[in-house]
Structure formats: C-alpha cells, structure tokens
C-alpha cells in the first residue's frame, strides 16, 4: 500500500480499541521476569560457552605485539579471536568505526580480541592474561580545540541576507552555548547469544533494527544476509544507542565459529560507553536580531560537533530551520574529525542539543526585548517553511501548547525579575521552552493471520523498546478486525518476519502501525472474498463481519484454513508538499538553595501536539520519561573526557550520573487533541522525543528566574554558578 493522498475516514477513525488508554499487553512478562532479554535466551542455545570481549586500551595507534599464550593455557579456554584470525572482515553501512580493531586502533576500548571459554568467570579471567603492546599516536580528543579545523559537513541553509538584516537589527543577541558528550545509558547492555548450524548464523541480540543490524552484520562477516537470522524480542532500554550493529554482536558470532559453540557475550558498563556510540558534544552560537515589537528580522545558529573520520555531525540546528520565523536566516553545520569513540544518534539526535541552546537564546533575547519569554515565541511563529514560504505544516499548534501550558502552569505568576522570589533559604524560579521534533516516516511491514479460533496474529521484524510496540500494534489490528484486545497475538523482533520501520527517531510508532494497517486491509479484503461480501461494504465489530442484513463470526472465515496477508506501507511525496512536525512546550518550576548552590526541580508540566495519540497511557510513559533525560541533560550528564589519552572517564553508572527517582517530582502532560491526515492513515505522528527536545532549556532558563545567574554550558552544576548568587541577607 502506498501513502501518497491525505487519509480520509477509515476504520481507525471508530476509535473502538485505539486511542483507548491501554495497559501494556507485555507489562505481565516484564514484572514477572519471564520475558527473555538478550543475555536470558538459555533455552534456544543449549551448551553455550562464554565470550569477553578484550578492548583497546590505547585511543589511537598500532597493536605491535599480542601474547595470548597464557590466556590460550588457562582453564576453560576454547577459543580466541582477533583480527589476526578472525579472516577478512567487511564494515556495515551504518559503522563508522571498525567493529574489531587491530593493527590499527581507531578508539579506545575499541574490541581486539573475545576469548571463549566454559563460563564467564574463566573467560574473563583469560582475557587479562592477554598482554598487548602498542605504539601509541597522538589523537585528536578536544572539540574546542579541533573547532577552526571543522569544515562543512553540509551545504549552509540562507534566505535573505542575514549579515545585513543582523547589522540593521535594533536589538542584538550573539552568544555561545555548549552540551557535552552524554551517554544512552540504558539498564541493559549491549548482548548477543551466537549460534551456528553450519552456515546458518542465528543471534538473539538487543537491537531496534533487526533489517540494519542483520544486513550489517552480514557485511560484516562477508555472507550473505539470508544466512543471518536476528532476533530480539524485548529490549531493556536504546535510546538510539542500539539502532546500528555493535561489536558484542560480531564478537560473539566470531567466538561461537571459533569455538564451534554457542556463545554468549554482554558487555561490561564501561564497554558499553566507550566501545560503543554516545552523543557527541557541540559548540553552538546563536545570532538573532529582532525590532523592539519582538519580530526576529536576523536569525544564525551554526554548530560544532566532532566524529571519527567518515562520521557525521551532531545535526543540532535542523529545528532552527523550522521552529521560527524570520526573514533573513542563516544556518551552519561544522564537522571536526575526532578521535573519540564513535558519535552518533542518541534519543532526539539533532533536536535535543540544538533546543538545549536555541531555547536558552530565545529567552536572552526576550530580555532584551522586555517581552514575556512566551509572549515572544508566539510572535515569531509560523505557518510555513521559513525556507520555503509555499510548504506550509500539515498541522502546527504550537501556540496553543505555549497558551494552554502556560495558563495550566500558572506562567502569570512568575515574577519576571531573577533572583527576587524566595522560599527560606530556597530561590525559586519558573522556566519554559518550546518542544520540536520533526515527523518521519519509514516503509514498514507486516503479516497478519486469521485462524479458526478466530484469533489475529502479527507478524513483524518492530521491536518494542520499552515504548509499548506490542500494545499500539495489537490495538491497530484489534481495530482493523472488529475483534477484542484479548483476540489479538503480536509476535515481534525476528528478522524471519516482514521488515518493518524498527523503533528509533519517534517514528516507530506511526511508521509500524501504518504497515500493519496495510496488511489488515489486504486481510479484510480476503476475509470478505472468503465469506463472499464485497470488501468495501463490509463492517468488522464485535467479532462479526457484517454486510447489509448478513452477519458472520470472523471465525468463520478461516474454518476452511488459515488466512494469511502480507503488505508494507510506502510513503508518497506529501512530505515534500507539507511540512510534518510535531510541537510542544515545557514548563518547568525550580529552586536553588541560596547557600549550597543545589537545585531541585518542583514542577515539571509538558503540553504536545503529535497527532492522534494511539494509547494515552504509554504516550504518557514516553513523555514523562524524555522529560527526566531532559533534566539529566540539564544538571547532571557529562561524559568527561580524558583529553590526554582520549577516552571517557566517568564510564559506569556511578561516575556517569542520571537522575534518580528523588530527583523528579510528579510530572503532568497534556495532549491536545489532533489528527494529521497528512502524515499517515493512522493520523498520528511520534511522540517519544517530543517530550525531550527543550527541556533542557527549560530547566536553565527556570535557574536563570530563580538566581539571575545565566549558565551557557551544559550541564548546569553548581560551580558554574554558586559564586554569583545573591546574597542570603
């Protein structure tokens, strides 16, 4: 099925199953622990044997020697691997770095041997018999310091004449924002279970895209992609970080060749930091010039990131191409080759970091102005593509997420001096952003079949990474075929399965229920053929198939056998014709204490336009949690880099901090009520790092109210700003 005219009324429209605040049909697996994770699968790979992966300890440089005899010796050993044996190996298209190292090292802790052994202990212990000796190079690790070598990764975005409109603006804003580097950080790492019989490579891995990780990991072995079978039913958390192949995956299937056995491998925590992707760090300035009345005349936002050679930007200005009007606009994007382990997309590539200062630069230049911060954003909305004034937003409410999140707020109580409320020892500010993260849509596939029981079963490669896949695909095909929630089986994560969209990019949702639209349709279709109805009169509810004065029980239709359809859906050239995007705002409530500098979040209320909201509960779950990464962001996260010897300092969970259940209080969202039939016949769009982009800024400019003291580096620790608080008297 092809998406290529705006929908029109359709059977998601009865809004019978979807649209429903709905529990997670997976919820009874997870909390009783039976559903199995990467690293769980000990039934499908009887007599498995252990990898540890061995990593480079240099960041860049040339392996001279490798003395694996004492590790070979040791107990338990089976097998060891490294690039010396391992044969050729290719590069997946979605790898930047070599997925084993050696001679060369490319990054440190970059993989240069796995040693298999009986259990995991002895393969560990192998591993640091293993002696390496390297001739180390010197690296590039400083973003700062590599900034004037950046060149353009991309053409520069201009309309107008930004450099003269910015010259004449009567009001000026120039200043430099900074984010870190940040890790994904999620609960489960990275895991492969590896199983050979003959040719045929089977991995239970943790991946969002089985198609690209299978693909790849085909490449990268150098067979072909129908000897590699990908499964991975549940994952414990990605965040962007498990959307391409790792190495743990190329490790395990080496060492189970190798050792001509089964293997499992999970990676330690620091490997999970420095030996995989993170989100690089970025220096963006920001330039905008506005009249008194507050209209942006003169918009800049340019941006520094570094990546490996042959990698690609931190792509934080895209929302400043969309979010604002502006006449005369200028938009750059640099790339510096560093030699840091591999940057690349982490949850709201491009729109998180880039909000993080866009929206710190909007309220600066409120100030100047002397306008309300929310006031000043509606002023320079817009309807259409600044870029391009014919393509016009499918749907943009922006303005009535900034109206109805600061009146629910209450935004008229915030006193618009800093540093003049208090609470005892406590300052107390408020603080807001706009929310932005384009819509994409991905080709995404499915199966579905009728049994005589009467029950559907889908089939699809989607993956569910704690965002609720099993949930929104079985409301969809509840909904389709007029049966029950309980009458529906979803079965996901294998690459024997359709190709779907996979989960990443918030379009996971919108892009995979679509696919299972389209093969829900072919399926009504053949139902209708099978009961002798004409497939466009016929109505499915209740378990019946109805047709004029005739009525059959679903059921019915497969008792002379199985039905079976398969479609994917494609996507036309409406995006081209209107812009997709959905919009959002953050309010936020926070206090400093005068005297030791600590910040606590009190309110947190976020306000999104993202389409027909397919579940509301798991919507919600989606929200909330971009919501405490935003605050992360904001106060906590920093990879610290070793600028001498070019790695990630703090690499485990205790030196890397994320907030924690005290530090967040109740959060409140709100969905306002929308369908975009441009987009999709599901009428949604995504929704999970909607609730991500802004609330960093957020966060700093509620710090900013609270002290008076405004802080452009990321993230927003106390010695930044403990020195320049008002005095306690």
């Not at 699809?460 to 089986?489: H, K, P």
Request: charged share 20%.
């Amino acid at each position: 099925m092809k998406f290529d005219t705006p929908a029109g009324q359709n059977p998601i429209d009865q809004l019978r199953v979807v649209g429903k605040p709905t529990h997670r049909i997976d919820g009874p697996l997870k909390v009783t622990g039976t559903a199995p994770y990467a690293y769980e699968h000990h039934d499908v790979a009887p007599n498995a044997a252990y990898g540890f992966i061995v990593g480079a300890a240099i960041a860049k440089g040339r392996i001279t020697s490798m003395d694996l005899k004492y590790a070979k010796a040791a107990p338990g050993v089976l097998a060891i691997v490294t690039a010396a044996d391992a044969g050729p190996l290719g590069k997946g298209k979605f790898n930047t770095a070599k997925l084993l190292g050696g001679p060369e090292v490319d990054h440190y802790h970059q993989a240069i041997a796995i040693v298999v052994a009986e259990t995991f202990e002895q393969a560990r212990h192998a591993a640091s018999l293993i002696t390496v000796q390297y001739a180390r190079a010197e690296g590039r690790f400083d973003l700062a310091a590599a900034k004037d070598d950046a060149g353009p990764s991309e053409p520069s975005a201009t309309v107008g004449d930004f450099d003269q409109a910015y010259a004449a603006a009567p009001v000026k804003l120039d200043a430099t924002y900074t984010t870190p580097d940040h890790s994904h950080a999620m609960m489960e790492p990275y895991a492969t279970v590896a199983a050979w019989e003959g040719d045929q490579l089977t991995v239970w891995t943790s991946n969002q895209m089985i198609d690209w990780g299978r693909t790849d990991l085909a490449t990268t072995l150098g067979i072909p992609a129908e000897k590699v079978r990908m499964v991975s039913p549940y994952i414990g958390g990605g965040f962007g970080g498990k959307l391409f192949l790792r190495s743990e995956a190329v490790m395990a299937a080496l060492g189970a060749r190798a050792a001509k056995r089964p293997v499992k491998v999970a990676m330690p925590r620091p490997f999970s930091i420095n030996n995989t992707t993170h989100r690089p760090a970025t220096i963006q300035l920001i330039r905008l010039g506005a009249t008194p009345d507050g209209k942006i005349t003169a918009f800049a936002h340019e941006s520094w990131s570094g990546d490996q050679p042959g990698g690609g930007p931190e792509v934080a200005v895209q929302q400043s191409r969309l979010l604002y009007a502006g006449a005369n606009r200028l938009i750059r994007t640099r790339l510096a080759v560093l030699d840091l382990p591999e940057g690349n997309a982490m949850r709201a590539p491009g729109e998180a970091p880039g909000m993080m200062a866009l929206e710190i630069a909007m309220d600066e230049m409120a100030e100047k102005l002397g306008m309300d911060p929310v006031e000043f954003r509606i002023v320079n909305d817009t309807q259409v593509d600044p870029e391009n004034p014919s393509r016009k937003f499918s749907q943009r409410q922006l303005v009535e997420c900034l109206r109805q999140g600061a009146e629910r707020f209450g935004w008229n109580r915030r006193n618009a001096k800093p540093g003049s409320v208090r609470d005892g020892r406590w300052l107390v500010g408020m603080g807001m952003a706009a929310a932005f993260r384009n819509n994409m849509n991905f080709t995404s596939g499915a199966r579905v079949r009728l049994g005589d029981d009467g029950m559907v079963t889908v089939e699809t490669d989607m993956t569910d990474i704690g965002t609720g896949s099993y949930t929104i695909i079985a409301q969809t095909a509840a909904e389709m075929m007029g049966v029950d929630l309980d009458r529906v089986v979803v079965r996901l994560g294998d690459s024997n399965f359709p190709v779907s969209s996979g989960s990443g990019g918030q379009f996971g949702a919108n892009s995979s229920t679509s696919g299972v639209y389209a093969a829900c349709v072919k399926l009504r279709e053949a139902v209708a053929q099978r009961l002798g109805f004409n497939a466009s009169e016929a109505t499915f509810a209740d378990g019946q198939v109805r047709s004029g004065n005739r009525s059959v029980a679903l059921a019915d239709a497969a008792k002379a056998g199985e039905i079976v359809a398969e479609d994917r859906m494609e996507w036309g050239d409406l995006e081209k014709t209107y812009q997709q995007s959905t919009f959002g705002a953050h309010f936020v409530e926070a206090a400093v204490d005068m005297a030791t500098g600590e910040t606590r979040i009190r309110r947190m209320l976020a306000v999104a336009a993202a389409g027909r909201i397919l579940n509301p509960i798991s919507a919600r779950s989606q929200m909330i949690g971009a919501m405490t990464m935003g605050v992360g962001g904001a106060l906590m996260e920093e990879l610290a880099v070793d600028k001498r010897f070019g790695f990630f300092v703090n690499h485990d969970l205790a030196g890397y901090e994320v907030p924690v259940h005290a530090d967040i209080p109740h959060l409140e969202v709100v969905f306002l009520d929308e369908t975009d039939p441009i987009v999709s016949p599901m009428k949604a769009k995504g929704i999970g790092e909607l609730g991500l982009c802004g609330v960093g800024a957020a966060v700093a400019n509620a710090i900013y109210n609270a002290t008076g003291v405004r802080v452009r580096d990321y993230p927003i620790t106390l010695d930044k700003y403990l020195d320049r608080l008002p005095q306690m008297a």
